[in-house]
């Protein structure tokens, strides 16, 4: 069974910074690319940066040169490290991930549950 667990959201002044981490768990799993979106209080989900099974990243123009988002070597930890925080990226944040859970079967896109950031001073 997959599951992708996010952490290291938090409460943080404007300009602060936080380090999100979304760990993927499941014995026989292959990561492809993986993402995180955001979602803020009555708006729409929307994407905010994502990685490559090559390690290609793309970052939303809201977030870019403040957000980067990487992973590890084996790929099954990746993270979004956030600076010069305002209080626009209030959100609760999710990850996902396009995996295949074992060798006999096909890709498909797993989401954790999410982590909340507020950022107000």
């Known amino acids: 069974q997959v599951r992708l667990v996010e952490s290291g959201g938090g409460y943080v002044q404007p300009g602060g910074s936080l380090r999100l981490s979304c760990e993927v768990s499941?014995?026989?799993?292959?990561?492809?690319?993986m993402a995180w979106d955001r979602q803020a209080p009555g708006k729409e989900r929307e994407f905010v940066a994502s990685i490559s099974s090559g390690g290609i990243t793309r970052h939303a123009d809201s977030v870019k040169g403040r957000f980067t988002i990487s992973r590890t070597g084996n790929r099954n930890l990746m993270y979004l490290q956030m600076n010069s925080l305002k209080p626009e990226d209030t959100a609760a944040y999710y990850c996902?991930?396009?995996?295949?859970?074992?060798?006999?079967?096909?890709?498909?896109?797993?989401w954790g549950q999410g982590t909340q950031v507020t950022v107000s001073s």
């Open positions: 996902n991930g396009y995996i295949r859970a074992d060798s006999l079967g096909g890709y498909s896109t797993y």
């Open positions: 499941g014995s026989n799993v292959d990561i492809n690319s």
